[in-house]
């Protein structure tokens, strides 16, 4: 084991450091990447088969053996001695995992020493490790050309770079998986979870971070930006590690590969602040009001009813100041004095047509306003192209477009926006509208100029959800299918709920509080997808239903991505 870190290690390995720094840019994508592959979710479930287990142990002895001479590689390199002596520390502690896998395999009969060659992700891994430890870096020749110690201390700086996200990584899955434990003492994985559970590898990740971050202080901007690159390209060498085992079995994820070929794949989604950072009423309430501007200043008489746009602009803040407040107290009134212990779906359905009345009412109020007239549709247009998409929304929708050919699947967009074309021009600028159905309300246009009317398709949670049982019900009655609804809001509780597999994005208190009143439950994706793998047999029958009252909750699009379509190497 490696020596613990000094008691400032966690204070060092902090926001502010490099370390810190690679490990939130890569960890939002592959970490979701790397714990939503079959061999992770079939291993924290316990039914991962030994045989495949044993071949991953036999792997990752592979990638033990490179990483040793990695860190060999790296101590020679180190001119401090505090650096080497951590570096060799390091060392020991992966020697001594070696010792634990080669007891592993003698525990299930199998002769350690027996060769079972490298996979062709273990050699790319390896091979872009001990590369990097010989100096090979961004087209370099190799550290035997590094003849002074601070050109040797770089590459001692990159070797770590490219080790630290594997220490990281395991440290995190660990962690993860430690909760599964504790559902079945007598997991048959227990112990290489306690492994990298414990607070011994934690020492050596935090070790190995403080490590980087001190060998990254007196390196330029360029150099720290090639660390960077090394530590992604780690991460994702990782996620194509795990993805390569290979798990002959039934599996939860990614879905893509679950419905393969039993079920065709219908995929629905909220737009605003699903997909998007902010919601799109208030993007088209400051065209409107730009437009007048720009209106005004060339002296064009457009027969708006309006005096200036101080006056536009006060009318919008009223409408969404009153919309905010009525809005409250809508919710209010459609909560039933006791929480339900089970899903009372009709009592919900009920209750929404109380937010439906009110949002109805509310677009009314819009239109009668005369905020939304005197738009152009070009400038609608480009706003839709400078739209910023939640963080790996545009990467999930990509995905889909290039693969959509290989995937029995088909995606639909429900929204209560005013304007479809705003969310047409939001995903053709991200090169993802092909194949993309977009339902939505539509701005009424006279020669390219809004005329403040909106021809209304969708305006309530009822509308979306009658709208979702409609698309259901035209699939061919011969063909099974699972669904897929991914929301945020109120809004879409009812499709959330009719959905086989409904994904609540975004932490809103609003609908958490709704829902649980009316009986739903919200489990994290992860850990929920674990007891679906438990569950899970060689038997033809999906271990996902609609209305269960159980909700799916997510942090970012990347654990959506993960689970539906796994990783670019899935």
């Avoid at 395999?105 to 273990?122: H, M, Q, R, Y």
């Avoid at 002959?248 to 989604?269: E, N």
Wanted: net charge negative.
């Amino acid at each position: 084991m490696a020596s613990s870190p000094s008691p400032a290690s966690a204070a060092v390995v902090a926001e502010g450091s490099a370390a810190r720094r690679f490990w939130i840019a890569a960890s939002t994508r592959e970490a979701a990447f790397a714990a939503y592959t079959p061999f992770i979710l079939s291993l924290a479930a316990g039914n991962l088969r030994l045989d495949v287990f044993r071949h991953y142990i036999a792997q990752d002895a592979h990638f033990l053996h490179a990483f040793a001479r990695a860190y060999e590689m790296a101590e020679d390199c180190a001119d401090d001695d505090d650096d080497r002596a951590t570096i060799a520390a390091l060392r020991k502690a992966i020697l001594q995992e070696l010792n634990l896998h080669a007891s592993v395999l003698k525990e299930w009969g199998v002769d350690p020493t027996k060769e079972i060659p490298p996979s062709a992700a273990t050699t790319k891994y390896t091979d872009f490790l001990l590369a990097t430890a010989a100096g090979k870096v961004d087209g370099t020749k190799g550290s035997d050309k590094m003849v002074t110690p601070f050109e040797k201390t770089k590459i001692a700086a990159y070797t770590v770079g490219a080790m630290t996200p594997c220490m990281r990584l395991y440290a995190y899955l660990g962690k993860e998986l430690m909760a599964f434990l504790k559902q079945d003492e007598n997991h048959p994985y227990k112990k290489w979870i306690n492994t990298y559970a414990s607070s011994d590898f934690e020492d050596n990740a935090l070790q190995i971070e403080e490590l980087l971050d001190k060998l990254s202080v007196s390196l330029t901007g360029e150099e720290l930006e090639i660390i960077g690159k090394l530590y992604q390209q780690a991460m994702k060498l990782e996620v194509e590690f795990f993805s390569a085992q290979l798990v002959d079995q039934p599996v939860v994820a990614p879905l893509s590969r679950y419905c393969d070929p039993k079920y065709k794949l219908l995929i629905f989604s909220d737009f605003d602040l699903t997909c998007t950072v902010v919601d799109s009423s208030a993007i088209l309430a400051e065209i409107a009001i730009l437009s007048f501007q720009k209106a005004s200043q060339c002296g064009i008489d457009n027969n708006l009813d309006r005096t200036k746009s101080g006056d536009l602009r006060n009318s919008w803040n009223m409408l969404s100041k009153q919309y905010m407040e009525e809005y409250e107290e809508c919710m209010e009134r459609l909560l039933p004095p006791e929480e339900s212990k089970s899903l009372d779906y009709d009592k919900l359905y009920k209750g929404l047509e109380v937010l439906a009345d009110f949002e109805k009412l509310a677009n009314s109020r819009v239109v009668d306003s005369g905020v939304l007239r005197g738009m152009n549709l070009e400038d609608i247009r480009k706003a839709g192209e400078r739209l910023i998409l939640q963080g790996g929304c545009k990467n999930f929708f990509q995905k889909i477009v290039k693969t959509r050919e290989n995937l029995n699947l088909d995606i639909h967009i429900l929204s209560y926006c005013w304007c479809a074309e705003l969310i047409r021009s939001a995903f053709s600028s991200a090169g993802c509208l092909d194949g993309l159905n977009i339902h939505s309300n539509e701005f009424a246009f006279e020669e390219s100029v809004s005329t403040g009317e909106i021809d209304r398709k969708m305006q309530s949670p009822l509308d979306k959800v009658e709208k979702f049982k409609s698309i259901r019900s035209d699939v061919d009655s011969t063909v099974s299918f699972l669904s897929v609804y991914i929301g945020d809001s109120v809004g879409d509780l009812l499709c959330l709920l009719e959905a086989d597999i409904g994904i609540v994005i975004g932490s809103s208190t609003i609908l958490r509080r709704v829902g649980k009143q009316f009986g739903v439950s919200f489990v994290p994706l992860f850990p929920g997808l674990v007891e679906k793998q438990r569950q899970l047999t060689e038997e033809d029958v999906s271990v996902f239903k609609a209305r269960s009252g159980v909700l799916y909750t997510v942090s970012s699009w990347s654990e959506i991505h993960a689970f539906i379509l796994g990783s670019d190497f899935s």
